[in-house]
């Protein structure tokens, strides 16, 4: 198969979409073993790889419309996670009037499960840490790309439903030259 | 009201099942196809990474993982969607052709053919069969063999059986709840990843040893 051939096939698959139900039923199986066979840090840290991986693919076909980290969560929301409610973002910290501490939060995470009584008993390990490395994953490639007046990014899940929480919460870290 | 499992679907059960399927597709929260086929790679890399590079036990591991998913979502659903059992082993090309729609929408002819029932008389070794080809494969797609993932460490297991597994374990649980003594096996006949032009998988209908 040609490398045009499986572009058509990712661009077919990309036009496409799922139950998002299909996840959340499937990751309780995954976060038990990773905990089971690695550990609590190291469980972090391999679910923080996945999130790497994940977004490294999803740049084969997609580049996010802004450089403006908020909207690059909204538009991943609004575009691979349908129906589930937006973000909201509050920008704890400025440097130079531009922002350099972003809290994000979200009622709404398409990872986390939805019913009462499903958390992880373990309130070290955050259940949906693989999306805040997802986005810096994404963040990082629009710094290499030169699309950003920030210069380095980092994203840590600081809190989660998955493990008991009210809401998942990351923090979004940049820096800026200067 | 006590379920009474028919031999056969009736016309306005199939009915009841097509209008059923637009609102059970179009009501709930969706994930992006692309992104839940990076997500099932994302995992089978780290796995792979723990079994120390054992591609099939890592393949395999997170296919039960899958499947052990698909049949929570089973289970749950089981009340809503018993309309739709019945005991006749060629109703489930139906029940298939509902079941991928209500889990990919519209769409799910991209990637899974109309899936074909062969009764045992007329399969050469008498167990009934039931064929689905996947013109594109929604998991393989993009995996370049050999590199992002070896075909020759897979051993028996399939990188691309997984949505197929989880629908032969749905079929098995319907066999299960109609009463019907079937053990469900699939296997994956055709793989991209291993070279052929399209996916397949066949499921096997053997009959349980009393």
Known sequence: MT???????????????????????????????????RGLEQA???????????????????????????????????????????????????????????????????????????????SEIHYCTSISAFVETILNWLIEHNRTTYTAATCKTIASVGSGHDACEMIIDLKYRG | MKFTVPEKLNVFRKLLARLGKFYYWRKPKKINLWLLSSMAYGVTKKYEEIFKGATGKAVDTFTQHFVNGAKAIMFQMQDRIKILYSQSLEDLEFVASIALYVILGP???????????????????????????????????????????????????????LLAAALAHLLQMVQDYVGNDYNIEIKETKCKLRGDSHGEAVMFFHPKKN
């Not at chain 1, 496409?16 to 139900?21: A, M, N």
């Not at chain 2, 045992?120 to 998991?139: E, M, S, V, Y």
Request: charged share 30%.
């Open chain 2, 107 to 161: 769409n799910w002819k991209k990637f899974f053919s109309q899936p074909v029932f062969i009764p045992a008389d007329r399969t050469d070794n008498g167990i009934a069969q039931f064929r689905i080809k996947f013109p594109i494969c929604a998991l393989c797609a993009g995996i370049k063999p050999g590199i992002d993932l070896d075909p020759q460490k897979m051993e028996e297991y399939s990188y691309g059986e």
């Open chain 1, 44 to 122: 972090e840290q391999d679910l923080r790889d996945i999130g790497h991986t994940i977004a490294e693919r999803m740049l084969i076909i997609w580049q996010p419309e802004s450089g403006n980290p908020i909207k690059v969560l909204k538009e991943i929301k609004k575009k691979f996670f349908k129906k589930t409610k937006q973000i909201k973002a509050k920008i704890l910290e400025r440097f130079g009037g531009a922002p350099s501490k972003i809290l994000i939060r979200d009622k709404d995470c398409p990872v986390c499960p939805e019913e009462k009584g499903e958390e992880l008993k373990i």
């Open chain 1, 3 to 37: 490398d045009l051939e499986q572009l058509d096939d990712i661009r077919e698959i990309f036009n496409s979409e799922g139950l998002l139900l299909v996840v959340k039923y499937a990751l309780p199986d995954v976060m038990a073993f990773l905990l089971n066979t």
